[in-house]
């Protein structure tokens, strides 16, 4: 068994636990220059690494922000951007360490969630995360694909240039809002290492913003992809869309209207988008917009079972009682009764049970009980409870992140 601590990282500590996550993730370690661009991006705070003889030979990292929930309130959560373990230290526990101790510090820092990306989903539902939300990968045919004519053509599309694009999205992004369950703040430290090192100056992706009758209203941002190659040099590029956001159905599609219309291009590919966007439907032939795949895209744990119930709104039906276990965070094992009046912890017997990641993955309406129920991850102990759990929990939109971290 290795020897090891688990400690907050110090600020002389960040980059060797930066350049160890990267490694761990099979990436080079970070270049002088680029460290010297992104370091605001990796503050020591809330890193917590195990240490070997003074070596980390492992990382946890995540920064605060805030989470639309169904209802529509932004709520605090704990984004987890990192995890790694040294190659030659993994399977000894050190993993199960670390997230213990970020899993304590968030519960004693009042967090009511945590989300992540999953870089590996086999290894979060044991430390409480669920797969809350989808996101589907979608493929464009060009030139096939045209717009339908109802399908409306409103305000402006234009391309800004690195300068602009680095200066002008945070206050857009912030402008679009939060406004489907599962979209995250974007706070300052995630800017310079997420987003400016792909649309700055020195980065390959494009930028272009749509403007409606009250001023800009969405943005996407995208690759160019060579595709011509000896045995099909007339083959035109690929669309990589890496981040399409907009504040209504006008402005989404627009600026899918713009990608579709740019030259010298055979396909638009976008990975991660919502599984209810409608761009199928705004063509004349919807099979034009192919989806590829659909898998899991945000994870997320309730960290205070009571307070993320009750942060959260539900549809006019008869109050249930889960039974949920938490097996980490064991304060949070016990009985709640929820109902569209609010949640609150009950000694009544139980309608359903249920373990943490469980509830993760219905919290934000991506499941439905009955879905979770027949694949045996609920254990009803009434069934008329079942329909009424469906009504309170779902929800009109699909949740979707629509944020790498």
């Not at 994870?299 to 119930?309: I, N, S, T, Y």
């Amino acid at each position: 068994m290795t020897a090891f601590e688990v400690r907050p990282i110090t600020d002389d500590e960040r980059r060797s636990t930066l350049d160890l996550l990267r490694r761990a993730l099979h990436t080079r370690r970070i270049t002088d220059d680029a460290w010297a661009r992104s370091a605001v991006s990796w503050p020591a705070e809330h890193k917590f690494a195990a240490f070997e003889g003074g070596d980390p030979i492992g990382i946890v990292s995540s920064f605060d922000t805030e989470i639309a929930v169904p209802g529509g309130r932004a709520v605090p959560v704990a984004a987890v951007d990192g995890v790694g373990v040294r190659a030659d230290r993994t399977r000894r526990g050190v993993l199960s360490a670390m997230m213990a101790a970020q899993l304590g510090d968030f519960a004693a820092r009042g967090l009511p969630l945590a989300v992540l990306h999953a870089s590996e989903p086999t290894i979060y539902g044991r430390f409480g995360y669920g797969s809350a939300a989808l996101g589907k990968t979608l493929r464009v045919a060009r030139p096939a694909a045209r717009f339908h004519e109802r399908v409306p053509a409103v305000g402006d599309v234009r391309m800004l240039t690195p300068e602009e694009a680095v200066k002008e999205l945070p206050a857009l992004y912030e402008r679009i809002g939060l406004h489907r369950p599962g979209m995250i703040a974007r706070p300052d430290v995630w800017w310079p290492a997420t987003h400016e090192r792909h649309v700055g100056p020195d980065a390959g992706y494009l930028v272009a913003v749509h403007s409606g009758p009250d001023g800009d209203d969405g943005f996407v941002v995208y690759d160019t992809i060579g595709r011509r190659s000896l045995d099909s040099p007339d083959e035109g590029a690929v669309l990589d869309v890496r981040d399409l956001h907009a504040a209504g159905p006008a402005a989404r599609a627009a600026l899918w209207r713009f990608l579709l219309s740019v030259d010298l291009v055979s396909g638009v590919h976008a990975r991660h988008r919502p599984v209810d966007e409608p761009l199928a439907v705004m063509l004349t032939d919807h099979r034009h917009a192919a989806t590829l795949a659909v898998e899991d895209d945000l994870w997320l744990r309730p960290v205070d079972v009571e307070a993320a119930l009750g942060a959260r709104s539900y549809r006019a039906a008869g109050p249930v009682v889960l039974a949920v276990t938490d097996r980490t965070l064991t304060a949070n094992t016990g009985h709640y009764e929820v109902g569209p009046d609010g949640v609150r912890r009950t000694s009544a017997a139980p309608d359903l049970a249920l373990d943490v990641d469980t509830l993760g993955m219905l919290y934000l309406g991506q499941w439905s009980v009955t879905a979770l129920a027949h694949a045996g991850r609920i254990e009803v102990r009434d069934e008329a409870a079942v329909a009424r759990a469906d009504e309170l929990f779902t929800t009109v939109t699909a949740p979707w992140c629509g944020t790498h971290f």
